[in-house]
């Protein structure tokens, strides 16, 4: 991809996302977060009907009388999108690869951010970290992050979650929300997955094509690891061996739900196969009522 078509495809994810954000996600956005911390504002005077626990009793003691602590939401958010760009994130066979995919998931949680002036970060990630963003406000910031997606060029092929996750867990210090892009075709993570979740608000997204859970009738196809570069022979037209690959696809997907479960991690599930737009508002909506709910 050449820097005028890079340009033009930036452009083009911007006024689709940006759309889809002002219509549909701007007040879920803004309420789906909530509760994820308070800040403190100020000490005044008891007053009759404050709670005596947020008493301050280091100042009540010098000052002779009650004085309590008063605290307002922490409304700003730090999201910090980490993107899976290994090999296999470039397959795809229906409406888009997987990396696009990510890419205007990228787009729409960046425009999301900073329609709410948010801050936002970019870690794009193989068996190594490729790319760091630091979090930052603004549109020319959110279409920075956006060029980085679409323009990778990894010097990696495989997949480690975990050590993405650690380089998160050292570079941002400060709460915030994660969004972990990825197909998950990794293992041996969930442990960082643990820590990291119980520091930062992390939300997966998993991002799969309809080819990786069902194989066509098509006799014997010839594949090849996009990330390991081993090549094999799949005999598609057994019916016994397209039922082992969708077997094999169905405990795939329980293992990431059961992983994300036991993490407390909210998993979103997309697909290339189908638009992406209504179970992202779907997912975000539902955050936002969890979030009304416990904030009540």
Not at 92 to 111: N, R, V
Not at 222 to 251: M, N
């Amino acid at each position: 991809m050449n820097a005028r078509e890079l340009i033009r495809k930036v452009r083009r994810l911007e006024i689709r996302t940006r759309r889809l954000v002002n219509e549909s996600l701007a007040g879920s956005y803004h309420s789906m977060f909530r509760g994820r911390g308070m800040e403190f504002a100020e000490v005044r005077a008891y007053s009759l009907g404050d709670d005596v626990r947020t008493i301050d009793w280091n100042v009540s003691a010098r000052m002779g009388h009650p004085f309590v602590k008063k605290f307002t939401e922490e409304r700003e958010l730090t999201v910090v999108l980490v993107v899976d760009a290994s090999g296999s994130k470039g397959f795809g066979t229906h409406l888009a690869t997987k990396l696009e995919l990510s890419a205007e998931i990228a787009a729409l949680l960046a425009f999301s951010a900073i329609r709410n002036n948010d801050r936002v970060g970019l870690l794009l990630f193989t068996d190594r970290v490729e790319r760091f963003l630091p979090p930052r406000k603004g549109r020319e910031h959110a279409l920075r992050v956006l060029r980085e997606v679409l323009a990778v060029r990894p010097a990696g092929r495989g997949t480690r979650i975990a050590q993405a996750l650690e380089y998160v867990q050292h570079v941002v210090t400060k709460r915030s929300v994660v969004f972990l892009i990825s197909d998950f075709q990794d293992e041996d993570y969930e442990r960082t997955l643990r820590v990291v979740a119980r520091k930062h608000d992390v939300v997966a997204v998993s991002v799969t094509d309809p080819r990786e859970s069902a194989l066509p009738k098509a006799g014997l196809i010839g594949v090849v690891d996009p990330e390991t570069g081993d090549a094999g022979v799949i005999d598609a037209g057994s019916s016994a061996v397209r039922r082992a690959y969708t077997e094999f696809s169905r405990r795939f997907r329980e293992t990431l739900r059961a992983t994300m479960r036991r993490a407390s991690v909210d998993l979103l599930e997309l697909s290339t196969g189908e638009p992406y737009e209504m179970p992202m508002v779907k997912f975000f909506r539902e955050r936002a009522r969890r979030a009304t709910r416990a904030g009540a």
